[in-house]
């Protein structure tokens, strides 16, 4: 059923992007591939999974909260398109093991690894870090993981903004592959050593992504800083 009512779902918000979204996107090769990987995404609103998941040609097992389970509809909905849920409160092992075994047999796994909505400061594009789960993940499944930077999601936050015309633009810029180290110590040094991997591919992603938008889209980085961060 899950493969299913998951192509099911995303044709439907396709037909209704097609009305209401104008999309861009840089560097969609780098997920329009087989094999597994992880998809690590930026976070500014609830909507990255939805407006993704039809952007991507793969089906997409999303890394859930816990919590989002508590509501039918909700975990109805995720246990129908695959998700993986995860306790970030209480034991997360659960979670990073169903999810590596996923990207394990060739499955693309998506995680916000901010944990949670982050702008400003507090955003991995602004100079903040991110959560090790999508590292312990790769590392654990032995794949790699593609950072992807999306922009302007937090202005389709309402019922309003989803009415055609005009329609609203979307960025998606995907990175290069970030591969688990083969070598570094012990598996908190090769998690960590990875993760500043990642937040330095996500920064080069942005500043490649903002460098590629005109003066009329300068308001999208906005949400997040409307200065480029240079990548170290």
Known sequence: MGAIFYRTLRNAVRLVRIQTIRQTALNSDRVCRAGGFVLACTHISHIEPIVLSAAMRRQVHWVARQEFYR?????FILNASGAVPIDRFGSPIIGV????????VGRCVGIF?????????????GGGSIKGGA?????DASVPIVPAVILGTDGLTTVKSWIPLPRKPVFFAFG??????????????????MK???EQEFRAVYSELVAALDSDHSKLTAAIDSRPIEPN
């Open 71 to 75: 509501y039918g509809v909700a975990r």
């Open 135 to 139: 590292c312990s993940i790769a590392i």
């Open 196 to 198: 500043h991997a990642v």
């Open 113 to 125: 690894p901010e944990g949670g909505i982050a702008k400003g400061s507090q955003s991995v594009l």
């Open 97 to 104: 093991r169903t999810a590596a075994q996923l990207a394990r």
């Open 176 to 193: 290069r592959d970030i591969h688990p180290p083969t070598s570094g110590g012990p598996r908190r040094s090769r998690r960590l050593q």
